[in-house]
């Protein structure tokens, strides 16, 4: 089991349940939503459990997506895909240990010009 907050607490969950190795994402929406790159890790939308969410607000932000946050702190929490049962969860949401390991970059071809990557970790364009 694992546990998670935004900043004020006005938002809280739990997942019981597998989390998939967490990925950095480059692309634009990412990176202005977050100011600068989004970790997050994923599982299956019964997985997760939110013990608190008077504030928890969804953003359309394309046609297929949409992102939670907390509109007391503003804390990006959660993506999902409109037609997925799974939810990315951000990593810097979550209470550690995490016991978890970043996997891969993706959207790499979308990366900010103000930064390099410079770990090993596989790279995907998209």
């Avoid at 990593?91 to 978890?100: N, S, V």
Wanted: aromatic share 10%.
């Amino acid at each position: 089991m694992q546990t998670g907050s935004c900043l004020c607490g006005s938002v809280t969950f739990t997942v019981d349940g597998e989390l998939a190795p967490p990925s950095v994402c480059h692309c634009g929406q990412c990176r202005r939503q977050s100011g600068h790159i989004w970790a997050s890790t994923w599982t299956q939308q019964d997985n997760l459990t939110l013990s608190s969410k008077d504030t928890l607000r969804w953003f359309t932000a394309s046609d297929t997506a949409r992102r939670g946050f907390c509109s007391a702190c503003g804390s990006f929490l959660f993506w999902q895909h409109n037609d997925e049962d799974t939810i990315s969860i951000s990593m810097g949401a979550l209470d550690e240990p995490t016991h978890l390991k970043l996997a891969r970059h993706i959207f790499v071809a979308d990366k900010g010009d103000y930064y390099n990557i410079t770990d090993e970790l596989p790279q995907r364009a998209q």
